[in-house]
């Protein structure tokens, strides 16, 4: 029997260069002023806009970033379009405390890095629809001892917290971040990707 992997969730993860401790330092700068505390934790929402063609190390962040998502969002199959940073924001959660199960509304792809993450601080879960994960556990794999194994049965699929390395997915798929576990606050810098009509500006750039 042939089997077709149809509908798959695509979640792309590799390498990024950042200056940790002069993004930590922009954070705690602006977190300082005006901390936003959502229950557990605390997040700062900036405007990707006003920093796209800054020389600041927020403004490499963002083209950085823009860069290496055209290629992912191409795997989409849009036509005419492209896609641009809308807002990035920082998060700074504590030791024992994560972040539930969200999506991000508006945004065609999300992601994040990390700044500060040692060992043990909690992983970023990607997840399966609940309707999907409910029809697959409700056909008895989950009482039969299924070992949940492979991309097919998978309800979720975790990712390690690495400083260096960044993961997008589609704005629509659901995740959370498990506990932090370590002794030190985790701080993560993430981002929403909004579609742009026309031809990428920095088109060069996105294909060296």
């Not at 792309?12 to 300082?32: E, K, P, R």
């Not at 924001?89 to 500060?116: E, K």
């Not at 579609?195 to 750039?205: A, E, I, Q, S, T």
Request: with cysteine; charged share 15%.
């Amino acid at each position: 029997m042939q089997c077709d992997f149809l509908f798959p969730t695509p979640v792309w993860h590799g390498d990024i260069d950042l200056n940790v401790d002069s993004l930590a330092a922009f954070a705690c700068q602006f977190m300082n002023e005006e901390p936003m505390e959502y229950g557990s934790y605390e997040s700062y929402y900036l405007s990707a806009d006003q920093y796209r063609d800054s020389k600041c190390v927020i403004g490499h962040f963002v083209r950085q970033v823009e860069d290496m998502a055209q290629d992912c969002f191409q795997e989409l199959g849009p036509l005419n379009t492209y896609c641009e940073m809308q807002n990035f924001w920082f998060t700074v959660t504590p030791p024992g405390q994560c972040i539930g199960v969200h999506s991000h509304p508006g945004a065609v792809l999300g992601g994040t890095t990390y700044i500060i993450a040692e060992e043990g601080a909690g992983s970023l879960s990607i997840r399966r629809n609940l309707l999907e994960s409910h029809q697959y556990l409700s056909l008895g794999s989950y009482t039969s001892g299924s070992q949940g194994n492979t991309p097919v049965s998978f309800t979720s699929h975790s990712y390690p917290p690495q400083v260096g390395k960044v993961i997008m997915f589609p704005g629509w798929c659901p995740h959370s971040v498990g506990r932090n576990n370590s002794e030190t606050e985790r701080m993560s810098l993430s981002f929403n990707m909004g579609v742009k009509h026309g031809v990428y500006p920095r088109l060069d750039h996105a294909n060296s």
